[in-house]
């Protein structure tokens, strides 16, 4: 089993700046991709980003350009750094751990951008 619990996020005005963090227990492995999923009301979970023990990052088209993701494998912590906030931002931000088909999710926490 997996464990990830979520810190940061909050309200924040647009064009501000929020850090998420995730901090992971258990049976992480650096074989795990960690990542970052969010929700708005009335919408499907979306893939924020992610990233690899290796390094190499994804973003999901909405988030590229402002979010970036960074791992500390020394703390087994991923950060999501969200930059130039909008109010379609808003959501509950969901930490993920994946290997093979298994996966792993954080509490969530809320991420609200006002306008």
């Known amino acids: 089993q997996v464990q990830l619990v979520q810190s940061g996020g909050g309200l924040v005005q647009a064009g501000g700046s929020l850090r998420l963090s995730c901090a992971a227990s258990?049976?992480?492995?650096?074989?795990?991709?960690m990542g970052w999923y969010r929700q708005a009301p009335g919408k499907q979970r979306e893939m924020v980003a992610a990233i690899t023990n290796g390094g190499t990052t994804m973003y999901g088209d909405s988030v590229k350009g402002r979010f970036t993701i960074s791992r500390d494998g020394a703390k087994n912590t991923v950060y999501l750094q969200m930059s130039g906030l909008k109010p379609e931002d808003t959501a509950v931000y969901y930490c993920?751990?994946?290997?093979?088909?298994?996966?792993?999710w954080g509490q969530g926490t809320q991420v609200t951008v006002s306008s």
């Open positions: 993920n751990a994946r290997l093979g088909g298994i996966m792993y």
């Open positions: 258990g049976s992480i492995s650096s074989s795990h991709v």
